[in-house]
């Protein structure tokens, strides 16, 4: 199990069999060019409100950016895995028509930002992404906006920068170790140290690996409304499956941040205590009906912080895509 070789051919045939999987339940492929010296303009599906697109460095490599025009403190928002910044589309053209600016960029590995071969993507990375995108764009104050995955980013930025962030918004996310937190299970699968393996064997058989993506895909389904099933299979499925269906994949990436999940919560929480000391406002807009990133979830981080406050809204995982009127009301309201 240890040999090289062995792993080397499991990780080819996972990243294989997922592509077809979600290839499988994928309503379009997204192609881009992500190499060359020159940054050419992504083949992004259209979405609604006008946004200049750039590109910042970082290691030599672009991360991809979304500026929505508008007044600060600029919300600089980060996605989960597998997704990537488009998750935002619905919420972040609502808020700069209400004349705030937006920042949304694809972490490296994801989306239209660079995909380096066999580079160390990592939550320490995802977090150095983001403060070079803010470095680089020079928003002035921000509002950190995390979700799933992209919730400690989203923290350890703040915690990190007090004085230049005047607030954190989270949506259905996690942050550190606690007894009501779950990972999907498909998620879980992948991050377990003790059935990883087990993930990565059943991953390469196409078949099973349908079967794993189906299986997760309809326990997300069974909670939702047939408007908002309907939603997710024309939507956001097709933003989910463009991830591993473009090429380069995202499937690197993908695997290495489910690998680093365990370590990123364990580093997390010797951060927990910093969160007593964070006094801006923090604000925790919820889909109510996540099975997995739940209420119980949502109130325990905001247990942590002495000025939170909890939304909840009928919606599942993403309650940005699934309620995005709400959402911006919740995020506008005063605190």
């Known amino acids: 199990m240890g040999d090289e070789r062995y792993q080397a051919m499991s990780r080819r045939g996972f990243m294989q069999a997922m592509t077809m999987a979600m290839a499988a ?9 992500a190499r060359g010296d020159t940054a050419p303009t992504p083949k992004l599906a259209p979405s ?61 590995g994801f989306g239209a930002s660079d995909k380096p071969d066999g580079y160390a993507y990592s939550f320490v990375q995802q977090l150095a992404d983001m403060k070079a995108v803010v470095a680089a764009l020079k928003p002035g104050p921000v509002i950190t906006v995390g979700h799933d995955a992209g919730g400690p980013a989203a ?9 230049s962030v005047e607030g954190i918004v989270l949506f259905n996310c996690y942050y550190a170790n606690s007894p009501v937190l779950a990972f999907p299970d498909f998620i879980e699968l992948c991050c377990n140290p003790k059935t990883k393996l087990l993930a990565h064997a059943m991953m390469t058989d196409p078949a099973q690996a349908q079967y794993l993506f189906n299986f997760q895909q309809g326990l997300l389904l069974r909670n939702m409304t047939p408007a908002l099933q309907e939603r997710f299979k024309t939507r956001l499925q097709p ?12 499937m690197p990436a993908f695997l290495a941040m489910t690998g680093d999940a365990y370590a990123n919560l364990a580093a997390n929480d010797r ?5 007593r000391a964070f006094k801006k406002p ?6 109510k009906w996540d099975k997995y990133l ?35 009301r919740a995020m506008l309201s005063p605190a």
């Open 271 to 275: 951060r927990v205590p910093e969160l």
């Open 282 to 287: 923090v604000r925790l807009i919820w889909g």
């Open 239 to 250: 933003i989910i499956a463009s991830n591993f269906t473009s090429q380069p994949s995202a």
């Open 48 to 108: 609604p409100g006008k946004f200049t697109e750039r590109f910042v460095m970082r290691d030599g490599h672009r991360i991809y950016v979304r500026d929505y025009p508008g007044k600060g403190p600029a919300y600089v928002m980060v996605h989960g895995f597998p997704d990537n910044a488009r998750i935002y589309e619905e919420i972040a053209p609502r808020l700069s028509g209400a004349g705030h600016r937006v920042i949304a960029f694809d972490f490296l």
């Open 155 to 163: 923290i350890n930025f703040a915690l990190d920068n007090p004085d």
């Open 294 to 328: 739940n209420e119980a979830v949502a109130r325990d981080i905001a247990g942590h912080f002495p000025n939170a406050t909890y939304t909840g809204l009928d919606a599942e995982h993403w309650p940005q895509y699934d309620a995005p009127d709400e959402v911006v």
């Open 25 to 33: 339940g994928a309503a379009f492929s997204l192609s881009l060019d």
